[in-house]
């Protein structure tokens, strides 16, 4: 009899930690998509700084930086390679952006009912007169569940399925998207890899920042 009631109790324990945890991920997922079209285009529009700040890179890197970008807008195959992701991470680096957790089901880059709401907002966003006519990356990641190869392929994936969607329903020129995957390389939440937040979209604004007049 001890026995039977131990296994009830633990039973009931587990069957509490469940609910537990679906409740957390349901908290979760409301705080995700709670993000407003407002809050997209403050994070992304372009900061301005103070003159004593504002440092202008050479001409000849601008130069080489926008006909970087403009030969991967050009490219068919959206699959860049590592040393494209790399030079693109360097161009991104401290430019305007926003982590956007876009719920797509198990092994599909399909854009299901659940993330339509959060991706309408940044097409919206996108479209706004704030930041209409910017050049913008789409970049998918993943968490560190599957090998390396699936969850590169899977990130690309997603990632041009949300610029097809913006490009397709938004009319966002497709030459003003550059879509990208980085797999599981670059995780949110490094103490906990398979979190939800690391299953993510991110935008980011290659505007860059606004120079200030001399």
Request: some cysteine; overall charge positive.
């Amino acid at each position: 009899m001890p026995a039977v009631t131990e296994r009830i109790s633990y039973r009931r324990k587990g069957a509490a930690l469940l609910t537990g945890l679906l409740i957390f991920g349901c908290a979760s997922y409301a705080t995700a998509q709670s993000v407003t079209e407002a809050e997209i285009i403050e994070a992304l529009k372009p900061k301005g700084m103070t003159r004593s700040l504002s440092i202008t890179p050479p001409a000849n890197a601008r130069s080489e930086e926008r006909a970087f970008l403009n030969a991967l807008k050009n490219k068919a195959d959206q699959s860049l390679s590592v040393g494209e992701r790399d030079k693109l991470t360097e161009i991104s680096k401290n430019k305007p952006s926003i982590d956007l957790e876009v719920p797509f089901a198990y092994n599909s880059w399909q854009i299901s009912p659940k993330a339509l709401p959060i991706v309408r907002k940044l097409g919206a966003a996108l479209s706004s007169p704030e930041l209409r006519g910017g050049t913008f990356v789409i970049a998918g990641h993943t968490d560190a569940t599957g090998s390396d190869e699936y969850n590169q392929a899977l990130s690309e994936r997603r990632a041009e399925a949300v610029k097809r969607y913006l490009v397709e329903n938004h009319k966002i020129a497709a030459e003003n998207l550059v879509s990208t995957g980085y797999g599981k390389s670059r995780l949110k939440n490094l103490s906990n890899p398979f979190a939800g937040e690391n299953r993510r979209v991110q935008a980011i604004n290659l505007s860059g920042v606004k120079e200030t007049s001399r």
